[in-house]
């Protein structure tokens, strides 16, 4: 697992809802690497907010693939702020990706 935490300096960590993602991958298939850098992409670029991504290997940790009911890789799971979300794929789609993640009326109004 590997964990990814963004505090921006100057940011109001009390003030903000923190966005906390996992990502599940299968391994370091071109596949796996091409979600890692388009999701870190995607954060970087929109979420002005902090941010906690974990990136799960499901071939390392099948029980936490299990427990959270995985059954395609990748897979993006948005746990907060609620509701729960998902995108499967590489995440290639950059407006699908924020849709999902409820990001994009955020964008929209240059939130």
Known sequence: MTRTTNSKP????????????????????????VAIDNLRKICDKHLHDPYDLEVIDIYQHPEI??????????????????????????LSNEEKVLFVLNIASQVAYGS
Request: net charge positive; glycine share 10%; aromatic share 4%.
């Open 10 to 33: 100057g940011s109001h960590t009390d003030k903000a809802e923190r966005y906390v993602l996992r990502l599940y991958v299968a391994g370091t298939t071109a596949r796996s690497m």
């Open 65 to 90: 693939a299990g427990k959270a009911q995985i059954i395609a890789a990748p897979t993006l799971v948005k746990l907060a702020p609620g509701p729960v979300s998902r995108v499967i794929g590489d």
